[in-house]
């Protein structure tokens, strides 16, 4: 299982508007051992070296459901199949970020733990749970 990340800037672009998590594109990207995210020091897509993603076809999430009951908010985000249409370079890290946002600036980041190898036809199923994070 995925361990689920919360880069810490997302915290302040919150309260300065920088998301709107109802409306806003959510997309995925992956990076390499190599080149892990750091939850206190990146801001925005940019700060990552990223793995290309082009043999995995559509990155972006849907949003099933932006609410809150009694004071905890919940962003629910539909599950997502992935599959390679060639050989993806390997990933060991999956990124949420804001495709709407002027930056594309991060939401969180899972760590699946060691690396993640996709032949051609492989399937990659991104499993959010019940939800994708919760406030209050």
Do not use: W
């Amino acid at each position: 299982m995925a361990t689920y990340n919360k880069f810490q800037c997302f915290v302040e672009d919150l309260a300065e508007k920088k998301h709107n998590l109802a409306s806003d594109t959510l997309k995925v990207a992956f990076s390499n051992a190599s080149n892990p995210p750091s939850a206190s020091a990146d801001v925005k897509l940019a700060d990552i070296t990223t793995i290309t993603a082009t043999y995995l076809g559509d990155v972006t999430l849907t949003v099933s459901s932006s609410s809150q009951i009694a004071g905890t908010y919940k962003l629910v985000v539909t599950d997502k199949t992935l599959t390679a249409t060639g050989d993806v370079p390997a990933f060991r890290y999956v990124i949420i970020y804001n495709d709407t946002a002027a930056n594309k600036e991060l939401i969180c980041f899972f760590d699946y733990g060691s690396e993640v190898t996709l032949a051609s036809g492989d399937t990659f199923k991104l499993d959010f749970g019940t939800e994708l994070f919760s406030l209050a």
